[in-house]
């Protein structure tokens, strides 16, 4: 359906104008594990439901850091860029393109194609599944309710996490659901031989988007 609502700072939510019928309603944050179940609804009925969340199991640097992040993870990030192996964006581009749905920033990114759906989600994918069927994955039956097409859809990584990798009826990532001005950089590789060794793994054929949040807003 496309239906999306954020909730406020307690945690409270409300999703008004849903047609009877059984609906996948996926609940994500970054940071942690999010969630994907179907309900069933009937006309003009009310249902409560509480979401219980996992953080990821994240490992925090010790590195001090002040003003713009300063950490382990960035100097590996700046590393990679000095080679030029890859497409980067730093954190001085994406404090021009503040306020903008990161979909819109990656647009421009080579090799890379912003698969759109009926509603408000867009999804990262390789421009080669634009000219073969052979690298295609499919998307889970949720995501192709709501537009999602058999595309070459990279693999997501945030903080180090694999969010994405094109595992049998996986959902699909909403790359809008994270915030431009929270991120401290990007990395997109286009092909496997391309990738870092620390996320070169089997199956990852449709290349990789790396997203670097910031450890101070």
């Not at 698969?115 to 000219?131: C, I, L």
């Not at 950089?185 to 990738?195: K, N, P, S, T």
Request: charged share 20%.
């Amino acid at each position: 359906m496309g239906l999306t609502v954020r909730t406020n700072v307690s945690g409270e939510y409300v999703v008004t104008g849903i047609p009877a019928g059984e609906h996948a309603v996926s609940v994500r944050h970054v940071g942690v594990v999010g969630q994907t179940i179907k309900i069933s609804f009937t006309n003009n009925e009310t249902i409560e439901r509480d979401f219980v969340l996992t953080s990821l199991p994240l490992v925090l640097d010790t590195v001090a850091t002040v003003g713009l992040v300063s950490s382990a993870r960035m100097r590996e990030f700046e590393e990679r860029r000095r080679i030029g192996i890859g497409h980067f964006i730093t954190q001085d581009d994406l404090a021009r393109q503040h306020g903008r749905l990161l979909a819109d920033v990656l647009r421009r990114v080579p090799g890379l194609v912003i698969q759109p759906g009926t509603g408000s989600e867009q999804w990262v994918a390789n421009s080669r599944g634009q000219s073969t069927i052979v690298l295609n994955r499919t998307p889970d039956r949720f995501a192709r309710a709501r537009g999602a097409k058999a595309a070459c859809y990279a693999d997501i990584y945030v903080d180090g996490t694999l969010v994405y990798g094109g595992r049998k009826d996986e959902p699909l990532f909403d790359i809008n659901q994270l915030i431009v001005q929270d991120i401290a950089g990007i990395e997109y590789y286009a092909g496997a031989a391309q990738l870092p060794a620390r996320f070169q793994r089997t199956g990852a054929t449709c290349g990789a988007l790396l997203v670097w949040t910031r450890a101070e807003r």
